[in-house]
C-alpha cells in the first residue's frame, strides 16, 4: 500500500510503501547527513534495479511541526516518488491504519498524519524515467492527496531507523 503523506519539505511527498523493506528519496538535497555508496543496486517492486547512489539520514518535517529523522534512507535519483518503508515504520513502533478512504500514521496515541485518497490502487510505477504501470499484486498500492498531519507533541522528535 502506498499512501502520500503531506509535509512541509519533498516536492512530491513521501508514499508509505507496505512492501518496501528501505525507505528511499530520490533528492540528494533532502538528506540531512549523506555519505556515497559505490556498487549498491535496490530491488524494486516491478522486479527491476536501480543504482543507490548514497544513503543516510533525511529528516521530515509534517505541516504541524512534527518531524521524523529516519536513518538508513537510500538515495535513489531514478526513483520516482520518495518511499516509506511501512515494514520499517511498523517496526520502530509507529502504527498505520488503512481504510476505504483514509490511512493514518500514529505512534503512542498521537496522531502523526492523516490522508484520503487521490487516485485508485493501480497507480504509477516507482521509477521516474519509466512510465510503464507496475503490476505486484502482493503489494497493492493506493496513493493518497494532502491530508492534515498533526501531533499534540510537536516538539518531540522520532527517529526511525534499522
Known amino acids: 500500500m502506498i499512501s502520500e503523506v503531506y509535509l512541509v519539505n519533498g516536492f512530491e511527498g513521501w508514499w508509505v510503501d507496505t512492501g518496501a523493506s528501505w525507505h528511499v528519496c530520490y533528492d540528494r538535497a533532502m538528506f540531512k547527513s549523506y555519505s556515497n ?9 516491478d522486479s527491476h534495479s536501480t ?9 521530515l518535517n509534517f505541516a504541524s511541526g512534527k518531524t521524523i529523522i529516519l536513518k538508513d534512507v537510500l538515495h535513489t535519483p ?4 520518495n518511499l ?4 520499517l515504520l511498523n517496526k520502530d513502533g509507529f502504527t498505520q491504519t488503512i481504510g476505504v478512504d483514509l490511512f493514518t500514521l500514529t505512534k503512542m496515541e498521537f496522531l502523526l498524519a492523516k490522508a484520503m485518497p487521490l487516485i485508485p490502487s493501480d497507480g504509477d510505477n516507482y521509477n521516474r524515467t519509466d512510465k510503464r504501470t507496475a ?10 492527496s494532502r491530508g492534515e498531519a498533526f501531533a499534540e507533541k510537536s516538539e518531540e522528535q522520532w527517529q526511525i531507523g534499522i
Open 135 to 144: 503490476k505486484t499484486p502482493a503489494t497493492p498500492r493506493r496513493r493518497f
Open 51 to 59: 543504482v543507490v547512489a548514497g544513503s543516510r539520514e533525511v529528516e
Open 37 to 45: 555508496v559505490e556498487d549498491k543496486k535496490v530491488l524494486l517492486g
Open 84 to 87: 516509506l518503508s511501512g515494514y
Open 78 to 81: 531514478e526513483i520516482r516518488n
